[in-house]
């Protein structure tokens, strides 16, 4: 019995079992192996997705930005003073007919880049779908575009790879999406039967009139770029552009915009204040005389000549018998007519400004050019001495303190604190119009109403003030292309 079980367990039975089992730790390793294979292979793939995604997405991502580079290239092109600008060459015509469109051209190496061209890898198939072709791929009217190339002014290293940009003014069609022969109904006015009209900016906002826009009404301009990257990846970027409407106007060269008005006129032979209209900025005279000095209440005509050395009130000449300092309250434009309104006019200006300066200034890096003005704003005061004649618009906040052979041409607007404390000596002088207001308190806080607006100059030489309609007009258009929409263009 007992050497049965002894066989039992230790012999055959048992070494068949062990048979059986034999092979088991390979299959299981082959097993183990196979999961940490699947596994592996899977990480990779995941890996190799994602950084297709990856590169996918910053591709896409290359393009949208590309586009829209060139789309701010163009913008800032479309300023007169702009490094290469385009202003002259933006289409007054609408788009279709001839000279309707400029396409501005970015090429890269020896590529031909023609959107207006069926067979060509960057042709604009977007055109006509705002503009009626006529059942065509382009517009039917013969040199319907013109071109020009991007600046390298703008140019990044490496230059961004987008191809084209193109403006056109928007017409009330622009909106509708036209296709061949079918179009979406939408309308800037929501009439189709006036798919013919221009688009407007009225301030606020798009209004479609017959007629093309004029002042004070403004054009919007349909702005379109295309970008593709070496690896394909397209996209197109759509705005719509116009400009703010500052609706500058001057009643005297001098306006001394408030009540009890301080003056304080200098004893120099060489100074004059004249609102008689002065050639200049490139414009000619061509406007009625105004005066020399206008305030907004007759109270402060008697003020403001009392502050004129009685030797040099012949100095002072416009439309008026000299000294002319007169009442302008029936021609002061409503945006200097109270603090809301000079505050909202200030908010527009640094909206549009070239430079924003906070802080007291003891000077002016760039103060413009004859060929490049600029819109300064200076959130402060503003201190000027030596040798220094600025172009285009100039706003300070605080008190403005010229001293020698400062000048400007163009509009000078101090509104805030509404201090002038001039020290001629030079023989310089102020063409265009100039303005002073107070606005606020000595803290800085808004008034109820116009304050006492001070203006006062000492020492000898020019530095005098003449009304300039050329200059008034060339800062007055200085205010940049502002975006009113955006949009991607997903066909």
């Not at 220094?388 to 101090?414: A, C, D, Q």
């Amino acid at each position: 019995m007992t050497e049965e079980l002894f066989d039992t367990m230790r012999g055959k039975p048992m070494d068949r079992k062990k048979q059986n089992e034999r092979g088991m730790a390979l299959v299981m390793a082959l097993i183990a192996l196979l999961i940490v294979t699947s596994i592996g292979l899977s990480m990779m793939f995941m890996a190799d997705t994602e950084t297709s995604i990856n590169s996918n997405y910053r591709d896409e991502q290359t393009a949208y930005y590309a586009a829209k580079a060139g789309l701010e290239e163009a913008r800032d092109r479309m300023r007169p003073g702009a490094a290469n600008s385009i202003n002259s060459s933006v289409p007054t015509n609408t788009p279709g007919a001839v000279g309707g469109v400029l396409h501005i051209l970015n090429p890269t190496g020896s590529e031909t880049v023609a959107p207006w061209n069926t067979a060509n890898k960057y042709f604009d198939d977007e055109i006509c779908k705002e503009v009626n072709c006529s059942g065509g791929q382009v517009p039917p009217t013969s040199g319907w575009y013109t071109t020009t190339t991007a600046s390298s002014t703008y140019a990044a290293t490496p230059v961004l790879p987008y191809k084209w940009m193109r403006i056109s003014l928007k017409m009330d069609r622009s909106a509708s999406g036209w296709s061949g022969s079918t179009q979406n109904f939408m309308y800037v006015d929501g009439k189709s039967a006036n798919a013919n009209y221009y688009v407007c900016w009225n301030g606020t906002n798009e209004i479609a009139q017959s007629t093309a826009c004029a002042a004070p009404n403004k054009p919007v301009y349909t702005m379109t770029a295309l970008a593709i990257t070496t690896i394909g990846t397209r996209r197109m970027l759509q705005y719509e552009l116009t400009q703010d409407s500052l609706n500058l106007s001057f009643a005297a060269a001098l306006t001394l915009d408030g009540t009890g008005d301080s003056m304080s006129g200098p004893n120099s032979n060489p100074f004059n204040m004249s609102g008689a209209d002065h050639a200049g900025c490139g414009g000619a005279a061509t406007q009625p005389a105004r005066p020399a000095i206008g305030v907004p209440d007759t109270p402060d005509i008697a003020t403001v000549i009392a502050g004129i050395p009685s030797n040099r009130l012949s100095h002072y000449t416009g439309s008026g018998v000299a000294p002319d300092v007169e009442n302008i309250s029936a021609t002061l434009p409503g945006n200097m007519q109270s603090v809301n309104s000079l505050r909202d006019l200030l908010t527009t200006i640094k909206s549009n400004a070239t430079q924003v300066l906070t802080g007291n200034q003891s000077g002016l890096s760039n103060p413009g050019t004859a060929t490049s003005p600029e819109i300064i704003y200076v959130d402060g005061d503003l201190s000027l001495n030596g040798n220094l004649t600025g172009y285009g618009t100039l706003v300070v906040t605080g008190t403005f303190s010229p001293g020698g052979n400062i000048g400007w041409r163009g509009i000078v607007l101090v509104v805030g604190k509404g201090v002038v404390t001039g020290n001629g000596g030079g023989n310089n002088e102020y063409d265009g119009a100039f303005v002073v207001a107070k606005t606020v308190d000595s803290v800085g806080n808004p008034l109820s109403s116009l304050g006492a607006a001070t203006f006062s100059f000492s020492g000898g030489g020019g530095n005098g003030v003449y009304y300039s309609s050329g200059c008034v007009n060339q800062a007055s258009g200085l205010s940049e292309y502002r975006m009113v929409s955006m949009r991607e263009m997903m066909y």
